[in-house]
């Protein structure tokens, strides 16, 4: 079983930027990461995944703003996030899949207001 911790959310006027953090609790190297992010009212989506060789995907919707990438030996994944749009308002969910398994964080809010 591993457990996820998501950090760096918060509020943040339009065009700014955050970081958010997932660190697990154990090894990554063999994972898929992906952050997902759930606004009121609507399903939860995915907003970027990279791969164990690094490899980055991204919807039409934040490509160009959101930056994902992962660091194996602090077993952390990283989200950077510009050009914030007050539709990115959402919690923001750290996943990671491998080996049939999924497993979750509890999530971050990221509010973007002015």
């Known amino acids: 079983q591993v457990q996820l911790v998501e950090s760096g959310g918060g509020l943040v006027q339009p065009g700014g930027s955050l970081r958010l953090s997932c660190a697990a609790s154990?090894?990554?190297?063999?994972?898929?990461m992906a952050w997902y992010r759930q606004a009121p009212g609507k399903q939860r989506e995915l907003v970027a995944t990279?791969?164990?060789?690094?490899?980055?995907n991204y919807p039409d919707s934040v490509k160009g703003r959101f930056t994902i990438s992962r660091d194996n030996a602090k077993n952390t994944a990283y989200l950077q996030m510009n050009n914030l749009k007050p539709e990115d308002t959402a919690l923001y969910y750290c996943?990671?899949?491998?080996?049939?398994?999924?497993?979750w964080g509890q999530g971050t809010q990221v509010t973007v207001s002015s």
């Open positions: 996943n990671l899949a491998g080996f049939g398994n999924y497993y």
């Open positions: 154990g090894s990554i190297n063999s994972y898929v």
């Open positions: 990279i791969t164990t060789g690094g490899n980055t």
